[in-house]
């Protein structure tokens, strides 16, 4: 593994508690940063920050992240605990059911689009007006190939997924002017616990669709996710960066 350069750098990873956001934490842990893991599932994260105390400082803060008020909470206890926050990745997010458009009801549309989007805004709304005063900061957002060629019978998932896209676009022009970064990664599946909820067809289609013919790891996720946090990622900004083995549109 090549050590990316993370040193006294303070990093928060949303959906840290297990899969992806949790191999995250571990390499930038890994890299140097000093972590705060946000997940709504206290009793894990109590026993992932346990099980990481000894790889460094690593932080458990049980949030919501479509509490408003408990994300600012949040941050500033993320703050006051490890420093100034240098890192944000938005990785949580749920995926909703496997159905046609057509049978979802609102409310279960809104949950998908609560956690993956509004999750996404309210965590970034809370990190970045302190980063802009140190002008300098990276925010990471895990999408996903989803959200840029649609998947069938996961409409609220691919479509809320292509609002993050669309969210990182517009809010790294934003930031254009400042040292702070923002990008995307657009995995396609990956080889986590979140495949048991799958049917075995459901899951050969899946990985019929990929032409190194396997799924990705959270590994290879979060070694693409910790040099976009670091200082090289230094003119990157505005991104999607695909890690599909070859799945992709555009």
């Known amino acids: 593994m090549t050590r990316i350069d993370l ?3 303070t990093a928060i990873v949303t959906g840290a508690a297990r899969g992806i956001g949790l191999a995250i934490v571990e390499r930038l842990l890994a890299s140097g940063a000093r972590v705060a893991m946000w997940d709504v599932d206290a009793a894990e994260l109590e026993r992932q920050q346990a099980r990481l105390a000894k790889d460094g400082t690593v932080l458990a803060v049980p949030v919501d992240i ?3 008020a408990a994300v600012e909470q949040a941050a500033r206890s993320t703050e006051a605990r490890l420093g100034p926050v240098d890192i944000l990745v938005n ?14 009801d609102l409310a279960t549309f809104r949950k998908v689009y609560a956690i993956n989007v509004d999750g996404t805004f309210l965590c970034s709304k809370a ?27 996961f409409s609220a998932y691919s ?8 969210l990182t676009k517009s809010l790294a022009k934003e930031l254009a002017d400042t040292e702070i970064m ?53 003119f990157t900004t505005g991104q999607v960066f695909d890690i599909t083995g070859g799945r992709s549109v555009y």
């Open 182 to 234: 923002v990008n995307t990664v657009t995995p396609s599946v990956a080889d986590t616990d979140i495949l048991k909820q799958f049917e075995p067809d459901k899951v050969k289609w899946m990985l019929d669709q990929v032409p190194k013919g396997r799924f990705v790891r959270p590994d290879e996720i979060a070694a693409m996710t910790a040099w976009l946090c670091s200082d090289e990622c230094s």
């Open 91 to 104: 990785n949580a997010g749920i995926g909703g059911p496997n159905k046609a458009m057509w049978e979802y």
């Open 66 to 68: 479509t509490d408003e």
């Open 159 to 166: 479509s809320s997924k292509a609002a993050v896209i669309g």
């Open 127 to 153: 990190v970045i007006p302190a980063m802009r005063k140190r002008n300098y900061g990276r925010i990471v957002n895990i999408a996903s190939i989803a959200g840029k060629n649609g998947t069938p019978y």
């Open 7 to 9: 040193d006294n750098r």
